[in-house]
């Protein structure tokens, strides 16, 4: 016992040298001149971070330093923490409208959730990483996000050569943590890693140059592996705490129905019952057949409160599922295509994903199981697999099928999908990118779940594989300029 403790006096003893040293660092460094190459280095991470965390959230900065990267992201209720006092104080004078805390973020105990917490550069600093992350997982609620970036060593010698002849900042020795290491440490403290890329390929400004290095080479294999510096994203494992609706949500299903007339009866027999309760909507959108007669004589003969009809306003499924989320009472929100390719009875299995915080967007996938023989052209399955691989590099999550209609999320999440909605515009008539690509906007766990496909019994596909594969390249391009090449 007696060795036990002097073992751990002397762990506590080297670690308050160790703080007490980078402090006085810290200290030092407070209010001097960035050299070029870091003004150009943090220009550049203000402008990830802010696509990474989008204005109005409550976010926390551990690490903060002079406060300019938390500002930057425009938040609705903002706090800073660094144990550098110095630092510290020319935070609070450029920045008086945020909140800025003098302490040890490993010793951090604020009773107060955020949206956002923010770790930069400060792993690689820490003493203690696990601990400090443990600390991380007490801001977090499970819809938290925690977005670190860290240095790549391998730019070690270079940044050294660099610090030699006066082109980088001096720094104190730091931890030799591998993007690897750190998703691993992540895991131990209780959390999920969601994404990882990296950034910054050309460490110092040259117009043109720069941008073109920065912004689109390095997003692409190999040269990702030479970033300057690796972010992740992740939140709090559902496996260890607490997440999701829970079994009790209540659901809304959302039938989009355009010419699927023969499909109407069929469907109200065959969706099952989830949670607390299931309310079905219709969504009839100008169909040429008595689609929207049969769906309201259907309702009619129910009378069944939980079972509504609406004529959308516009075109195009996109509008049609936003206007059955308007009327929609649920907790969980669901989109089933009328036409029965997808069996309503894989349903719950969506819920049961979503319910327990598995994911926070599931995404239905007709491409693992064998489809029924006509369920779908041979030259719109290669389309299809092609495009998956193509979204799945763009998202930064795999999604193996972007246009499979069952696709699941919280009322809350589509919230805030529906609020950052003016960053992409209106720009998607399927439906199915508006959420995918808000959901990658917002980084949400997007899980896939294999469904079989089947052939349509009534009518024909409403899918034109030329004008909707052109279209489906220029959505490719387009996420590439929102999401990936910023």
């Known amino acids: 016992m007696a060795d036990r403790r002097a073992s751990q006096d002397r762990t506590d003893a080297a670690y308050h040298r160790y703080q007490r040293k980078r402090k006085r660092f810290w200290d030092e460094m407070a209010g001097r001149e960035d050299t070029a190459a870091a003004r150009h280095y943090h220009r550049r991470l203000r402008a990830v971070y ?22 930057a992201l425009d938040p609705e209720h903002g706090v800073g923490v660094d144990f550098s006092e110095a630092m510290i104080n020319i935070a609070r004078s450029r920045h008086p ?34 601990r400090l992350l443990e600390r991380t997982a007490g801001l977090c609620h499970a819809e938290t996000r925690v977005i670190i970036n860290l240095f790549n060593k391998a730019w070690q010698l270079p940044i050294d050569l660099a610090r030699l002849l006066g082109l980088a900042q001096r720094m104190l020795k730091q931890n030799w943590l591998s993007l690897n290491d750190t998703c691993n440490l992540m895991k131990i403290a209780g959390f999920e890693v969601i994404t990882t890329w990296g950034e ?43 997440s999701g609706p829970g079994r009790d949500a209540a659901v809304s299903v959302i039938v989009p129905a355009r010419n699927e007339s023969g499909h109407i009866e ?6 099952p019952k989830m949670g607390s309760g299931t309310e079905i909507i219709f969504v009839e959108g100008h169909s040429t057949d008595d689609t929207w007669e049969a769906i309201r004589e259907a309702v009619d003969r ?22 059955g989320y308007r009327h929609a009472a649920g907790d969980v929100l669901m989109i089933l295509d009328a ?142 300029r929102k999401l990936r090449f910023i």
């Not at 802010?50 to 500002?71: F, N, Q, T």
């Not at 069929?266 to 969706?271: G, M």
């Not at 959308?312 to 996109?318: F, L, M």
């Open 50 to 71: 802010k696509h990474a965390a989008p204005p109005g959230l409550r976010v926390i900065e551990l690490g903060c330093g002079d406060g300019d990267l938390l500002a």
């Open 97 to 130: 409208d945020l909140t800025f805390i003098n302490a040890d973020a490993h010793e951090l105990d604020l009773n107060e959730e955020f949206d956002v917490v923010i770790l930069s550069d400060l792993v690689n600093d820490a003493w203690d990483v696990q």
């Open 200 to 242: 910054i390929l050309w460490p110092i400004r040259a117009p043109v140059i720069d941008a073109f290095f920065n912004r689109f080479l390095v997003k692409i294999w190999p040269f990702s592996h030479l970033a300057v510096t690796h972010v992740l994203i992740a939140r709090l494992d559902p496996h260890k705490h607490r």
């Open 266 to 271: 069929e469907i109200l027999e065959r969706v």
């Open 302 to 323: 129910r009378a069944d409160p939980d079972i509504r009809c609406y004529r959308q306003p516009g075109n195009g499924k996109g509008d049609a599922v936003r206007h």
């Open 339 to 480: 036409d029965m390719t997808v069996a309503p009875e894989d349903l719950p299995r969506f819920f049961d994903a979503i319910a327990d915080g598995t994911g926070e967007f599931i995404n239905g996938v007709r491409l693992v199981y064998p489809m029924e023989d006509r369920a779908m052209r041979f030259l719109n399955l290669l389309g299809n697999k092609f495009f998956g691989v193509t979204f799945s590099w763009l998202l930064g999550q795999p999604v193996k099928d972007t246009l499979c209609g069952t696709k699941v999320l919280t009322r809350s999440s589509y919230d805030v999908i529906a609020a950052n909605r003016p960053y992409f515009g209106d720009f998607d008539p399927f439906g199915d990118f508006d959420l995918l690509f808000g959901a990658a906007r917002i980084h949400m766990k997007i899980v896939d779940i294999p469904i079989r496909y089947r052939e349509r019994r009534y009518g024909s596909t409403n899918i034109d594989r030329w004008r909707h594969g052109a279209l489906l390249l220029r959505m490719a391009a387009f996420a590439a």
